[in-house]
DNA sequence: GTTCCGGATTGATTGAAGTCAAGTAGGCGC
DNA sequence: GCGCCTACTTGACTTCAATCAATCCGGAAC
């Protein structure tokens, strides 16, 4: 493939590094982020953790970043767009296990097999951050802190990972869904009440396992009880006291 | 509490560590064998690492081993025995997150938050070996062996937690769980085909979000269909393969 | 503007599993 | 042995969400 197709066709993988000096806007909210800013590590060690991020992207809406049984040999933190992860069962049917947005990781549950569990693919233009696993661990066991946020990292993955198992409701489930993305944006800055689902209500129903006409439904009866706006992918929660208390079934198993 | 009571009352924290010699027979099936036993480490390391683990128990059915919200200090290895996880909803209804059997290990998931975020208790008679965490991810820093198994048992626990996410029907999810766990008791060098289930179907029906009635049909149209042979607890595996099919639609995350 | 298309919504019906209620069977203490 | 208790099973009925089928709508191309 050429390299002088226009930007946005390009190999994503094949986009020379930058340094756009957007660490202050990026960086401070990612997973990483006091890993990678200069506070309490050494000039040298910093040094040889920035040798082993690379910036890749953009991948437009659609393109794959790896693929089920890829050879795992990184991790990726989000700078910016939207990446789900999923896996085909065996009737060829999509399953979402995961939606990432700016700040968050994706591929420590491929570290065991050394093999990645899922694919994974950008629902938006998205940029992100490569860390070559080996190399992020040689310097962990000099660094007490990275391996501490690793590990810390990977506990809240498991974490995450047993969110909204159990029987619950499609109401309860999707309310707990909003509630749970709309925290994962004020980390970030931004507001929990009013914001973008920007991903398909296809993928909300397979990752909350429901149908997609159920999702509408649900979402039909969230507006006609005033709980919510909906509009488009736009949402606006009227009565966030109400979605909690829906989503009180669903036990939140150390996540913040 | 007295230190008099007859060994099975008393408080399972103060029982004495034990060198009972029986590293060969308990700890070369444990997730944690190669650490403990003496290959590739110094003896120096060794010694350090055995001051670190602490032989607890014996917990009786029924007896709790750390509740939700406890600080986090330690993860827990299964020498003998079964140990159920589950935290209660708002509802007070339980929901099963795990079961765990000799040579696996419970508590990673409490890492971040420092708190368990769950119940365990033992189903069965059972004694642990008790690892401080702090002291392990110490003991990492010299070790990079060390510090490999444990980013890849928390890997891998990520990919457990994921099992069975989907929408799949009672028999699908039972008859993975059949195959799952004689995969388990495998490990061990017991036969997968013909094996106990030693909880209750309470439990196993609230681990695969289902009521316990639907887990008795299922039980029973396998036992009609010749699939599997139940008696009690006991279980026989007729037609593996029929098994192998039914649960074939649940993707299997890179579990061995 | 018009057309086309895919995602989203709505309605009608079906179906799998939950609930409720009753009955059975082991295991244990006496 | 007997009774009791708990776990499990079975049957009848209900319900929530899936499925099937028909629109609807918004955005992109022309």
Redo the contacts between chains.
Sequence with gaps: MSQLHTADTRDPWQAPPVDDGDAERFCSTCVFGRVCMPQGFSKDALNRLHCLIEHVGPFQAGQTIFRINDPFSAVFSVRAGLVKTF?????GRE?V?GFYTPGELIG??????S?Y??NAVALDTTLLCRFSFGAM??L??EL?GL??T??????????A??W????YSAEEKFAGFLLDWGRRLARRGFSARNFNLPMARTDIASFL??APETVSRVIRKLSDDGVARFDRREVELLKPEALRKLA????N??L?
Tied chains: 1, 2.
């Design positions: 896996v085909i069962d065996d009737k399953q296990l420590l549950d491929a570290v065991y097999p093999r569990p899922c661990a040689n962990a066991q007490p391996q501490q690793l590990f810390q990292l990977m506990s809240k993955d498991i974490s990972a047993l909204g198992k159990g029987d396992s429901l009180s079934a669903i036990p198993l150390g913040d």
